[in-house]
């Protein structure tokens, strides 16, 4: 989502089933460390990177990777294989409340620094990623094919 008017738009910003944000969330390919890892499927606590899967231009070709930025804030302009801009999916004992118990949260594990919860903070109006302190504070995920 693009903030300020950048050239490239590099907010990573929560998608909310509310009307002041109705929208289709964007889709993103979970990008492993290692190839060998599990063939197509991404186990729970594997290393990824994780990139959007959209249109861009020539320009912003790069900038379609998830990092964290200074302010603790989850952007893009990331690079695969840059050990900062390591992510892990953890399952929860959370439920939907249509049942599924298929429900996911996402840590921001730098290779310097231990694991970060992802959780949400609005930030200038919008509902934003961030990293957080608290292991009982996090934004859960649910993962729908696209």
Not at 125 to 136: E, F, H, M, Q
Request: aromatic content about 10%; hydrophobic content about 35%; charged content about 20%.
């Amino acid at each position: 989502y693009n903030i300020g008017n950048l050239q490239c738009p590099n907010a990573v910003l929560q998608h909310m089933s509310i009307p002041q944000f109705l929208g289709e969330g964007k889709p993103v390919v979970f990008v492993r460390k290692s190839e060998s890892d599990y063939g197509d499927v991404v186990r729970v606590m594997t290393v990824v990177y994780i990139k959007f899967f959209v249109k861009t231009t020539k320009l912003c070709v790069d900038q379609t990777v998830w990092k964290v930025n200074d302010e603790q804030l989850v952007v893009t302009g990331g690079k695969v294989g840059n050990e900062n801009d390591i992510f892990k999916i953890m399952k929860t004992d959370l439920v939907t409340p249509g049942g599924s118990k298929y429900v996911y949260k996402l840590l921001h594990c730098p290779s310097h620094l231990g694991c970060k919860n992802i959780g949400g903070n609005f930030k200038n109006g919008y509902p934003r990623l961030v990293t957080v302190d608290d292991d009982k504070d996090f934004i859960p995920f649910v993962f729908i094919k696209a």
